[in-house]
Every structure is written in C-alpha cells, then in structure tokens.
C-alpha cells in the first residue's frame, strides 16, 4: 500500500531552519516526480519544490528560491525539504506527494502543480514565530 509520511516539522524562530522529511512506502521511487506543497491558514494549497524520480530534475517557487532545497535519496526512498531563512508567511502545513509518471515521466523537469500529483501525506506543521 502506497504511503507518504512527512516529518520535521515543528516550531521555529524566524531566521531558523527545518528539514523536512518524507518517506514513501510502497513502491519504489523509479519514476514521476515528488512534490511539496504548503497550506497556510486561511489560504488554498501552493506548490513550493518538486524533484524528479531520478533527481536529476528540480523547481522552485519564486518565494522559496535560494532559501529551500529539495533532494531525494533513493536508497531510502525519502524526499527532503531543506530550509533556511524561515519566515513567518513560511508558517503553513507542509504536504509531499508523489506524481506516478503521468505528466513528469521523463525525469526531464517537474512541476509543483496540484493536479499533477495523485497520492498525498497527511502533512506536517511548521510555525515561524517571529
């Protein structure tokens, strides 16, 4: 059964930095992309990063660039979000999800697009206090 768990979120002062973690069971991670999405609240869900299956493919929103990074380690199956500089708008539920090879098949790019992306974590919290 196909599962995604995040983990690493938790509280943080402004300036600080987090590493988020997320594990996919299931099946292996040969194919499509991952993704991060965020939810603050009040607000809809918004792509922050995605990386291709075979890491060679990443993207960036415009507001995390030079602040996240995102990588994968095959062996362990596991998507990190690297962040620095947090701020307090950072302050959101944070999703991975995975696209199966619909639409980033090639490992060429990806794209953090909602729709794209067909099996989803239950999310973890981040806060920035400021």
């Known amino acids: 059964q196909l599962q995604l768990v995040e983990s690493g979120g938790g509280l943080v002062q402004s300036g600080g930095s987090l590493r988020l973690s997320c594990l996919v069971s299931g099946r292996t991670l040969d194919s499509g992309a991952i993704g991060w999405f965020r939810q603050a609240p009040g607000k809809g869900r918004e792509g922050v990063a995605c990386?291709?299956?075979?890491?060679?493919?990443?993207n960036y929103a415009n507001f995390v660039k030079g602040r996240f990074t995102i990588s994968l380690d095959n062996a362990k199956n596991t998507v990190y979000l690297q962040m620095y500089g947090l701020k307090p708008d950072d302050t959101a539920i944070y999703y991975c999800?995975?696209?199966?090879?619909?639409?980033?098949?090639?490992?060429?790019?990806?794209?953090?697009?909602?729709?794209?992306?067909?099996?989803w974590g239950q999310g973890t919290q981040v806060t920035v206090a400021s």
């Open positions: 999800a995975l696209e199966s090879g619909a639409y980033f098949s090639g490992g060429r790019y990806c794209y953090a697009l909602e729709y794209a992306y067909d099996s």
């Open positions: 990386i291709s299956a075979n890491g060679e493919a990443t």
